[in-house]
């Protein structure tokens, strides 16, 4: 196939464009409504940063970075899904062991107790249209069965059906929708489409701005608040984070706080206007903000 045939082939349909019209939509009017809410960020940071920051919260997020960067045959059983969350997390933290519980009877690290991950996780991602339960030998069977006859990659082997307490199989998959939008991201011009709805909303300065306020007041305030956040965006982008990278997050929250609101709010502002131009920094909050694909799709 010719560069040509194939760059064709992966332009933005008009579907497509309605869908990202929604996501943009959405995600303007949930951040637009908060600079509302809140003018000023620092009362938002201090009010949301521990209901933001918890465990289940922080799942959420790196097990959703997990499915976009994931193949799609992705699959996982929630014990892999707590021992990749503890190692990924333990990566960036420092004295995060307190996070880290060790599962009774082995030596399986975890980051959060199996029973919460499954109610205030999976749930919660099921419920939202992006992942898919298969329970039982006979559902799993059947979906595996289906992807063959559709001509699709089956699920990965590494992942089998994992017994929950109740004794009934279980494996998580991603759902079609989600797969679907996936595809629609990676589309040629998507980017570049999301960040001209957005700079087109005349909002584009100041909610990125607020964006860049409310990350900075977190790093000032609590070190270990910003690595979680700082996590959450390396998992997104797929960034691999150095030994080195520590002691950097340690100098940014040192020189935080050394700053007063007059210089925060400068310094918001300078890397705002730059970043409005990333069209990848875009596609990264749009995504983080697609989580309920359900109600993007009723819109």
């Known amino acids: 196939m010719s560069k040509k045939a194939k760059n064709a082939a992966q332009k933005l349909s008009a579907a497509d464009k309605e869908i990202l019209n929604k996501v943009v939509w959405l995600y303007v009017f949930i951040l637009y409504t908060l600079t509302r809410l809140y003018p000023d960020p620092k009362k938002l940071v201090e009010k949301m940063v521990k209901k933001w920051l918890a465990n289940h919260q922080i799942a959420r997020y790196h097990t959703m970075a997990y499915a976009q960067n994931a193949p799609s045959n992705y699959s996982f059983k929630p014990r892999e899904l707590n021992q990749r969350l503890a190692n990924d997390l333990s990566t960036i933290q420092q004295n995060c062991n307190d996070m880290l519980e060790q599962q009774t009877g ?25 992942l898919l339960r298969l329970e039982g030998k006979k559902e799993i069977k059947n979906y595996k069965r289906e992807k063959r006859r559709r001509g699709r990659p089956s699920l990965k082997s590494s992942a089998e059906a994992e017994t929950d307490s109740g004794g009934r199989p279980s494996l998580y998959v991603t759902t079609e929708e989600f797969a679907n939008f996936k595809k629609i991201l990676n589309k040629s011009g998507a980017q570049d489409f999301l960040r001209d709805k957005i700079i087109g909303s005349n909002l584009a300065l100041e909610l990125v701005k607020y964006q860049v306020l409310c990350s900075l007041y977190i790093a000032k305030t609590e070190e270990q608040a910003f690595r979680k956040v700082f996590g959450v965006g390396a998992s997104m982008l797929q960034l691999s984070l150095p030994g080195e990278e520590s002691s950097a997050l340690s100098r940014f929250h040192q020189r935080t706080k050394t700053m007063d609101n007059v210089q925060l709010d400068k310094a918001a502002v300078k890397w705002a206007k730059k970043l409005i131009e990333e069209k990848g920094y875009h596609a990264f909050f749009v995504l983080a903000g697609s989580l309920p694909l359900r109600l993007i799709q009723s819109i």
């Open 106 to 130: 082995g030596n399986h690290k975890q980051f959060m107790h199996q029973r919460a991950l499954r109610e205030k996780v999976l749930k919660y991602l099921e419920y939202n249209g992006i």
